[in-house]
């Protein structure tokens, strides 16, 4: 059974940096994509980042780009494998439900494409 299961969200003021943590087991995620959507109230779920496990190209929407990065660590026996998202220069636009999600994608973007997804860690930046 896959489980994807994020942490580290939480309250920072506006220039902050927090780091999310998204704990994926269950299968082994060597030929996925893991990626990072959120959602603000009233809107829709938007792309963050994501990273290829074969290879580890990165991709980044340009709204965050320069100021979040997505790193992974594999476990060696895939059991628990790590996705991070660290975020600095934190803007109060940034608050938000962030969801860690991951699947055999061609459209890293596109959220349709992920077959399993996270709970959610709450981010709220205050101004």
């Known amino acids: 059974q896959v489980q994807l299961v994020e942490s580290g969200g939480g309250l920072v003021q506006a220039g902050g940096s927090l780091r999310l943590s998204c704990a994926a087991s269950?299968?082994?995620?060597?030929?996925?994509?893991m990626g990072w959507f959120r959602q603000a109230p009233g809107k829709e779920r938007e792309f963050v980042a994501a990273?290829?496990?074969?290879?580890?190209?990165?991709?980044?929407?340009?709204s965050v780009k320069g100021r979040f990065t997505i790193s992974v660590t594999i476990s060696r026996d895939n059991a628990k494998n790590m996705v991070y998202l660290q975020m600095n220069s934190l803007k109060s636009e940034d608050t938000a439900v962030y969801y860690c999600?991951?699947?055999?994608?061609?459209?890293?973007?596109?959220?349709?494409?992920?077959?399993?997804w996270g709970q959610g860690t709450q981010v709220t930046v205050s101004s």
């Open positions: 990273i290829r496990m074969s290879g580890g190209s990165t991709f980044y929407a340009a």
């Open positions: 999600a991951a699947g055999q994608v061609r459209g890293l973007a596109n959220p349709n494409e992920y077959d399993y």
């Open positions: 269950g299968r082994t995620f060597s030929s996925y994509a």
